[in-house]
């Protein structure tokens, strides 16, 4: 059977309006808005990523009245005009998708909606073999009626990057059993404020499902009513009859034209690719330094297997970047590509008849933690619904929310972190909250690991080297690097882990290295001491702080200087470490005091980075890696605030990044037949034979230790047959 291909339609004008909605305002140094195009990009890249398209079109509104204004004038009448800094960005997108070589279509007198009709009607009337697959992306609901067997709809639930894809299922699922084709009648009966169609007046979303669940068409239920059916109650027949004009007129302008007169051939919208530099420069004039390393590579290549599988050279095309990468960066990033392909080939095992008792055994928690949620809440409901935990929490047991936010459409939030706040005011919450954590575990790891295992037994993740701004490395389908090791049920994941026979399992990792590098750019003399004495930096710096020896330092002094130690990197300042140390916020407040008077070159450190990120617009690594921070001019506080923390924490973290890779290609270089298998941070998994584990593992130590940038670097390495149960070697 030949290969499906996929056509990949984009709702611009709905993306741009999402986009523009969802961001804070972001600009340029000379005050260009670009918040839209930002957005529409992180959209369409994702979906380029996730998808990636033989056959590519963007859709757009036409200015001037449309067929619908002309039927109904009223038609969108209501809608306040956009902003005009929206629409001085269009130009901008189009100008991208031009560079993109992405054909953009708009006609006169039509909607961005009848033209993606159009486009996927044609398209998959023409394409019959092979069979084409059609992904519409868009900012809203609208395009649910064309969901169809060979047709999908890519959407985001809020915000922009919250995504859900909706086929004929999903459809089903989101409007109580509704099918894609029974959108149209759903909108003739509860019509769709947003654009101004009436629909039946008093119908809501509730009756209006109901009846088309029961007679499947606007044309049938009238068909009935007429003949007074008796599932109609009178006073609902009465409403129908009244407003049947109404209700067709209101189908008629929410179906989308898939008969729109255009000459768009298939072949128009084949897409051959495009010259990475010219959208690079457009980014660079906009100054959105953040996706200039994310441009997507076309038709999936390096995405399923790799850097490596289209070789070295095609690869390297994702490092042009000067801007971003320094000359020791670039041959670093290189260098790993073969590295980092040969760890996708070999993946890490797992022990499947372990993860088969491990998925009864969490299910049975995950009904146990409900039923004490259940005698908790006086009542059964749906424990995943955000909806049904609001009305528990603060309507049947009457919690204080007073301190919790409210989500973009009103309604009280049940995010994780603002449950947090109440957890002290009622146990049902942190009953919730653990249900989250191990019901997440079950859906991430218990589950889909076994499925995703080859015939080997071994999962293969996905490495992007360049998966995030500080160069760290990301895994994903699945993502590795985020099984905790703390809690319990993260321990009995990774347990499941194991060795192939006559192996082990061998972690090296790099103890507090951003501590050290921290140490070593700031060059603070009391903190550089303590590394090379091999003290517990914690322990010395409680000592430091509140003036006691070190033997006298409790387990909370500890805790407190940990949090704080870790915290000041990242730009923690007195209410996040009250939070996080568990101590009123005036003794927070004296305790970093205390903190950067001990440690004068830390305070340092952070002033200076915040004034070269002022300056210059950008931070960097110590091998040279940058990071643009346009934020750091933005008028939002808050954004201003997220660049300064993010120009202390780059060059510490990217650093950190650097070495780690550099460690994982001179290992390679040096020891070529060994079986690197994961990177989590700053650790790395090998599997090497039972017989060789001493002997090897002094070598990779070895190599790992060594002082690239005059930091004192310390690994600890540990070995045994999973994951969890490994001993110091």
Request: a neutral charge.
């Amino acid at each position: 059977m030949a290969e499906k291909k996929t056509l990949l339609i984009l709702d611009s004008n709905s993306l741009i309006h999402r986009a523009y909605h969802a961001l804070p305002p972001f600009r340029t140094s000379g005050g260009e808005m670009t918040n839209a195009v930002y957005g529409f990009l992180l959209i369409l890249f994702k979906a380029l990523k996730e998808f990636p398209p033989d056959y590519i079109a963007a859709t757009f509104d036409s200015p001037g009245p449309t067929e619908r204004s002309k039927k109904f004038e009223q038609y969108k009448a209501k809608r306040a005009k956009a902003d005009d800094e929206l629409y001085e960005q269009m130009p901008r997108v189009k100008e991208i998708l031009r560079a993109m070589n992405i054909a953009v279509y708009e006609k006169q007198g039509f909607e961005a909606d009848d033209l993606i009709g159009t486009i996927a009607k044609e398209a998959k009337r023409k394409q019959a073999k092979p069979p084409l697959s059609v992904v519409i992306v868009s900012g809203d609901m609208d395009t649910l009626q064309l969901v169809d067997k060979r047709t999908r709809v890519y959407t985001a639930r809020k915000g922009i990057q919250d995504t859900v894809l909706y086929d004929e299922k999903a459809v089903k699922e989101r409007f109580s059993g509704l099918t894609p084709s029974q959108m149209t009648d759903y909108k003739g009966l509860r019509g769709d404020p947003s654009d101004n169609i009436p629909g039946v007046t008093g119908v809501g979303e509730k009756t209006a499902t109901t009846l088309l669940n029961e007679f499947g068409s606007l044309e049938k239920l009238y068909a009935a009513a007429g003949k007074e059916d008796q599932r109609i109650k009178p006073k609902l027949r009465e409403n129908l009859l009244q407003y049947k004009d109404q209700a067709f007129l209101s189908k008629e302008l929410g179906t989308i034209d898939c008969s729109v007169p255009t000459d768009v051939s298939l072949g128009d919208l084949a897409w051959p690719g495009y010259e990475q530099e010219k959208v690079r420069g457009i980014l660079r004039e906009l100054e959105i330094h953040s996706l200039i390393d994310k441009l997507p590579v076309p038709n999936g290549a390096a995405e399923s297997q790799g850097f490596f599988k289209d070789g070295v050279a095609e690869q390297a095309k994702r490092f042009y970047d000067q801007e971003v990468f320094s000359k020791e960066v670039y041959d670093l990033e290189i260098a790993l590509i073969p590295v980092i392909s040969r760890m996708e080939e070999l993946g890490a095992k797992i022990d499947i008849p372990y993860f088969a008792k491990l998925e009864k055994e969490v299910a049975k928690e995950l009904k146990g933690v409900e039923k004490r949620i259940f005698a908790m809440g006086g009542r059964e409901f749906n424990v995943s619904s955000p909806q049904q935990v609001a009305e528990v929490l603060f309507t049947d047991l009457e919690i204080s929310a007073k301190r919790i936010k409210k989500t973009p459409g009103g309604a009280l939030s049940t995010a994780s972190t603002e449950l947090e706040k109440i957890a002290p005011d009622h146990p049902i919450v942190e009953e919730i909250l653990w249900h989250r954590e191990i019901q997440k575990l079950y859906s991430t790891y218990i589950l889909p690991l076994p499925e995703k295992a080859d015939g080997n037994g071994r999962v293969h993740t996905h490495f992007d080297q360049l998966g995030t701004a500080t160069g760290r490395i990301s895994s994903s389908d699945p993502n590795l690097q985020n099984i905790p090791v703390q809690t319990e049920w993260g321990k009995r994941i990774r347990r499941g882990f194991i060795a192939e026979r006559g192996y082990r399992l061998v972690s090296f990792d790099y103890s507090q290295m951003e501590l050290r590098i921290a140490a070593h750019v700031a060059q603070d003399t009391k903190m550089l001491e303590f590394f090379a004495k091999g003290a517990d930096i914690h322990t010395m710096t409680a000592s430091e702080v509140f003036q006691i020896p070190p033997e006298k330092i409790t387990k909370d002094m500890r805790f407190r200087a940990k949090a704080l130690n870790f915290g000041v990197l990242y730009g923690m300042g007195a209410r996040g470490f009250a939070h996080s140390a568990k101590i009123p916020m005036q003794e927070a407040q004296d305790f970093i005091d205390d903190y950067f008077l001990r440690f004068p070159g830390i305070q340092r450190y952070i002033e200076k980075m915040k004034a070269k990120v002022e300056k210059d617009g950008y931070t960097e690594t110590l091998l040279g890696r940058r990071r643009y921070l346009p934020d750091i001019h933005s008028s939002a506080p808050q954004l201003r605030a997220a660049a300064e923390r993010m120009a202390v924490n780059h060059p510490l973290q990217g650093t950190a990044a650097d070495v780690t890779k550099t460690a994982m290609v001179d290992i390679a270089r040096t020891m070529p037949s060994e079986r690197m298998l994961l990177q989590i941070h700053d650790e790395l998994l090998f599997e090497i034979p039972a017989k060789e584990v001493e002997a090897k593992s002094a070598a990779i130590q070895k190599i790992m230790e060594k002082d690239p940038l005059g930091i004192k670097l310390v690994v600890e390495a540990k070995a045994g047959k999973n994951w969890i149960d490994m001993e110091k070697l």
